[in-house]
Every structure is written in C-alpha cells, then in structure tokens.
Nanobody, 122 residues
C-alpha cells in the first residue's frame, strides 16, 4: 500500500485560502486515483474531491465546488487541494485518500493519511 502524509493545514479567517499537500511514499502515485475527505467534529467523514490517475478528470462535493481545486503532480508523488473563500463550515480534519477505482468513494479508498486540521474562524 501507499503511505500518505498530509501537510498545510492551519488556522485561517473566513474568506482566506489554504493549500493542502499530500505526499505519497512506498508506491508511485500515478497508479492511484486520489482524493480528499473531511470530518468535522460530531459528523461523519464526507467526500470533498477526487482526481483521476492523469489529472485529466476531477469532481467535487457540491459544498466546495467553485471554491476548492484538486490537482496532482505525479512526478513529485504529491497531490494538492487549493481551498479558497473558506467558510467556518469548512472546519474539519482533512484526509488524503488513494484508491484504484474511478470515481472514488469512501468504499473504494485503499489508503488514508493521518489527517490535517483546518480551522476557519468567522
């Protein structure tokens, strides 16, 4: 399995931006469909965005569409989540995910990162 490590979380004011990174080790990233999920306190983990092997296709949860952009750099074994116009309701632990099936759902994830906290203050 591929090992995933997120970075880039933190505290930001509403309307601000953050970029999350997810570095992969142990396997070549290009083998995997990649994605991001998040879990807010007291809530179930939810899908945020996913991107296919080449980066040519991506899809988003309705709640982040138009504000978040997922991308990947297979040469660097890294995927990214650019988050703009952040809202307090985006506050959550964000998890990097890798799987072998497109499109990605939580049932098709093979590997999870440890998560990185994103906090958006109002």
């Amino acid at each position: 399995q591929v090992q995933l490590a997120e970075s880039g979380g933190g505290l930001v004011q509403a309307g601000g931006s953050l970029r999350l990174s997810c570095a992969a080790a142990g396997r070549t990233l290009s083998r995997y469909v990649m994605g991001w999920f998040r879990q807010a306190p007291g809530k179930e983990r939810e899908f945020v965005a996913s991107i296919n092997w080449s980066g040519g296709s991506a899809y988003y949860a309705d709640s982040v569409k138009g504000r978040f952009t997922i991308s990947r750099d297979n040469a660097k074994n890294t995927q990214y989540l650019q988050m703009n116009s952040l809202k307090p309701e985006d506050t959550a632990v964000y998890y990097c995910a890798a799987g072998l099936i497109w499109p990605m759902t939580d049932r098709t994830v093979n590997s999870w990162g440890q998560g990185t906290q994103v906090t958006v203050s109002s």
